[in-house]
């Protein structure tokens, strides 16, 4: 294996998973597509992601990238079931606009 | 080498997540997340993780980004508009999420211990096993219940969005 030894410093891939996830919010707070506020969330779980295989790089811990593993799996399922609402509204809504979706009731 | 490799890709992850912000269009930002995604398998496979750098690309950048663009493309989404909502957002959320990220970066580069010594299960001590051994022998072992569960989780899942999705029957609508 050639990753043993690795110049670049944990922080740095902690701090990049940081500001991944801080566009992630900011995304989710400003963006006014629907879709793109779920491609916000998606962005977001991304880089908790990087800081899961990074620790566990570092503490040369298997159980860290097992958890990305079912985050990965639990994602999937996220987008399929939350896509599958997004054509839903839009049937009914005929818009994405989430300013226009603020109501429960039909 | 994983210097070079590592602001590459980190740069290059950073400028998609940018520009998933800065477009204005859903399916340019799709694209730019996957660019983000891919990148992000890269750092995955400089961090010694192999089959999630492979399944990163295979099940997000390609599965779960295939789906994104399908969706977009099939409910022909337009231009989003800039609201008063978004305004608001804009100017509360930067700070917010300004001095969200100024935490995160103060508590990570203040954080001791960081550097701790190894701790349990080796991951690149024995050179001659790989990553994928070491992780299959804990996930198909130890971790097997949970690894089943998943697989029911999807299922339902896949059966959840096929009920969402589909279209009621042409002849209940025409009663409505």
Redesign the interface.
């Known amino acids: ?1 050639t ?2 030894h ?3 410093p ?7 998973s ?10 989710f ?5 629907l ?2 506020v ?3 969330i ?2 977001m779980l ?1 880089a908790v ?2 800081s899961f ?2 620790f ?8 860290g ?2 958890f ?3 985050v ?10 939350g ?6 509204i ?2 009914v809504r005929s818009t ?4 226009r979706i603020d109501l429960m009731k039909l | 080498m ?2 070079i490799l ?1 602001f590459l890709f ?1 740069g290059l ?2 400028a998609g ?2 520009n ?2 800065l477009q204005s269009h ?1 399916i340019n ?2 694209l730019s ?1 996957i660019v ?2 891919t990148s ?1 398998a890269v ?2 496979l ?4 192999e ?2 750098a492979i ?2 690309i295979i ?2 950048a390609g ?2 980004m295939v ?2 663009t399908f ?2 493309m ?2 022909n ?1 337009g231009r ?7 305004r608001a ?2 100017r509360i ?2 700070p917010a ?2 001095a ?2 100024a935490v ?2 103060t508590i ?2 203040r954080a001791h211990g ?3 010594a ?8 024995a ?1 001659d096993s ?2 994928l051994v ?2 299959s022998q ?2 198909f072992h130890e ?1 097997l219940l ?1 690894f089943e569960v ?1 697989s029911v ?2 299922l ?3 059966l ?6 589909r ?1 009621d029957d042409p002849e209940r609508t025409v009663e409505k």
Request: overall charge neutral; proline content about 2%.
């Open positions: 294996m990753f043993l690795h110049d670049v944990l922080a740095w891939y902690l701090l990049l940081a500001a991944l996830f801080s566009l992630g919010v900011i995304g707070l400003v963006k006014r597509n879709i793109t779920f491609l916000s998606e962005l991304n992601n990087l295989v990074a566990a790089y570092q503490w040369h811990q298997v159980r990238q097992i990305v593993f079912f990965m799996m639990v994602a999937a399922a996220e987008a399929a079931v896509l599958a609402i997004i054509i839903a839009f049937r994405l606009a989430v300013d | 994983h210097l590592f980190a992850c950073l997540a940018i998933l912000l859903p930002s799709a997340l983000v995604m992000l750092l995955y400089l961090l010694g993780a089959f999630l399944a990163q099940v997000y599965a779960v789906l994104f969706v977009v099939l409910l989404a989003e508009e800039r609201t008063l909502g978004s957002a804009a959320g930067f999420v300004a969200l990220l995160l970066a990570i580069l960081l550097s701790a190894h701790l349990g299960v080796g991951l690149t001590d050179p790989s990553n070491v992780l804990v996930l971790l949970p998943t989780l999807i339902i899942a896949i959840g969005a096929v009920a969402l999705a279209r």
